[in-house]
């Protein structure tokens, strides 16, 4: 399926991603190319087959629901761009 | 005496027991042979002192008898691997800055054995790339050249970092990751041994993530017998990746027998991929006819979803990564956009995202937004799942028709220029990737060997593909196809 401008605008907006208009079309292009691509799939009849969920079959383990590790406060903000008084910084969230 | 920096582990770990020469004089070596080394830009960043610390207490641990077989061994680590105070970015701009206060399991098991740390690797953007060239860094550069000519040739990626040390032996082996060929591609293209184990078999935590179902971590190593012996290090059940297995990590090194007599190789006619060159059609035969000389028997095949792996890799790894890749918001890590006055949440995102993230990631993450996002879930990432059983059946009845192993080309072509693929549409870069996807998709092991140089005097790999858990089984007939190819070559030093 190919993809038009408005539609390579929502995506790159589901992907929180700035894109200015002028690269659009660019964008539009290539996304379509790609989707050409793997449109090849179309041609393979897929009726009744599972899709995988887990390449190897294996029961997830489960451990007990305790604090293993905890109070890293300082080493979780360590890299933060903007960290005051123990939080992440953002700009104001709410109007 | 050969030079420190030509050996291989096993030669080391020989060579150290011996005290023929201390973890610290082969440190040396190799932080002179890496500080020597900018032109290849295989290194993103250096720890030289570290690397000294690291092995005198490996010399001490040597003198005490208490020496595993990486005990000394010089390393070099992918960019993808976190490793605590040491930048660690994934070659993106996102990470800017990022210094891990924790240690991946994979590198903290390594260090544990008394490895020893050279540096970080090079490598495409969030291991998104088959060439190098989408890394922050800049490209690596192959230590390959085509003979008579300057031309800058890439190592292959996105481990190429890893792969251009290796084969330029400014490290004596290097962690790779691999999601859809990551680690055998680049491999093939210098020279050296790739393997991407099984599924599960080395833990992901604390590797940054690309696509969560296929990435594997694995080693990069001169010969097949020091990729059984780092792999032996690196495996094993780790309770912070779910995804990891809980089973026993055999003796891989005792593998090697030599000894295949008997053993049933697949050929796979699906492989012979139109418009293949005839010097990689000759060189998959003539690997098949060493095989069989050695005394396996060698069997025609059929993986008949093969063609549809490439397409469905290409919906499902972008649909995984424009998940995992979410978390780089602007927030909690990495580069955060300068915001105009009125700016809110969604400008920070959007605009960290777009300043930091390089074209490949953008594009790729996109894709993987369309295809995840309402009314075409079904159409694309659903459709892909099923398409992926279908190719790990095809596998399947392979296996249970009692082949052990299937040998295929590793990559459609020698390694190309840097920039040659610039203007390409970015689907001609996929096609690199068309003999290994399969096996990322099925989780199985595959390792690259080399195999050879084409009529330029580059090098060319054969991947064999082994059964799900079956890594030493693989790295027997890997050890017996190393010998009979006796790849000896080297690059001519020009950095």
Known sequence: MAIDRDTARKVAHLARIRVDEAGLDALAAELSGILGFVEELDELDVTGVEPMTSVTPMALKRRADVVTEGENAARILANAPDAREGFFAVPKVVE | ?495
């Open chain 2, 1 to 495: 005496m050969t030079e420190l920096t030509a050996l291989t582990i096993a030669e080391a770990r020989k060579g150290l027991r011996a005290k023929q020469f201390t973890a610290r004089e082969l440190a040396e070596a190799f932080n002179a042979a890496a500080a020597a080394s900018a032109p290849l830009n295989a290194y993103s960043a250096l720890t030289p002192e570290k690397a000294l610390e690291m092995a005198d207490a490996a010399d001490a641990r040597l003198a005490a008898g208490d020496a595993p077989d990486m005990c000394g061994i010089p390393l070099g680590i992918k960019d993808l691997f976190c490793t605590e105070g040491v930048p660690s970015q994934a070659a993106s701009g996102i990470l800017e800055n990022f210094l891990p206060t924790y240690e991946s399991t994979i590198t903290s098991k390594l260090w544990e054995q008394g490895a020893v740390m050279l540096g970080k690797l090079n490598m495409d953007e969030f291991a998104m790339g088959s060439s190098n060239e989408t890394s922050v860094y800049g490209p690596a550069v192959s230590p390959w050249r085509r003979a008579g000519s300057n031309t800058a040739l890439t190592p292959g990626g996105s481990s190429g970092g890893s792969a251009a040390a290796v084969s330029a032996s400014i490290c004596m082996a290097a962690t790779g990751t691999d999601t859809g060929g990551s680690i055998r591609q680049p491999a093939a293209f210098t020279g050296i041994v790739g393997l991407k184990p099984t599924y599960g078999r080395c833990s992901r935590w604390g590797v940054v993530a690309f696509a969560s179902s296929l990435d594997q971590a694995g080693p990069m190593t001169r010969t097949v017998r020091d990729a059984a012996i780092m792999l032996g290090a690196m495996a094993g059940h780790d309770p912070k990746d779910s995804t990891s297995a809980d089973i026993a990590v055999p003796d891989f090194e005792a593998a090697l027998t030599g000894d295949i007599r008997g053993k049933r190789i697949g050929i796979p006619r699906e492989y012979r991929v139109e418009g293949m060159s005839e010097e990689i059609d000759r060189l998959w035969r003539e690997g098949a006819e060493k095989l069989r000389d050695a005394g396996a028997e060698i069997v025609d095949i059929s993986l008949p979803h093969t063609k549809y792996a490439l397409p469905a890799y290409y919906i499902i790894a972008p649909a995984e990564a424009s998940s995992n890749l979410a978390r780089y918001d602007g927030v909690r890590y990495g580069h955060r956009a300068k915001l105009g006055h009125g700016d809110g949440i969604l400008d920070l995102y959007e605009k960290s995202r777009a300043e930091g993230f390089g074209r490949e990631v953008q594009r790729r993450v996109m894709i993987g937004a369309y295809v995840l996002s309402s009314g075409f879930y079904d159409a694309y990432y659903l459709k892909a799942q099923k398409v992926r059983t279908l190719i790990k059946r095809d596998f399947d009845a392979a296996f249970d028709a009692g082949i052990d192993a299937i040998l295929t080309p590793a990559t459609p072509s020698a390694a190309f220029g840097i920039g040659e693929m610039a203007d390409a549409d970015p689907v001609q870069m996929y096609l690199n990737d068309v003999f290994t996807v399969t096996v990322n998709l099925a989780g199985l092991p595959g390792i690259s060997v080399p195999a050879g140089l084409n009529a330029d005097g580059l090098p060319l790999g054969l991947q064999l593909i082994g059964r799900p858990w079956g890594e030493a089984e693989l790295i027997t007939v890997a050890g017996a196809l190393e010998a009979a190819e006796n790849f000896t070559a080297k690059p001519e030093r020009w950095w």
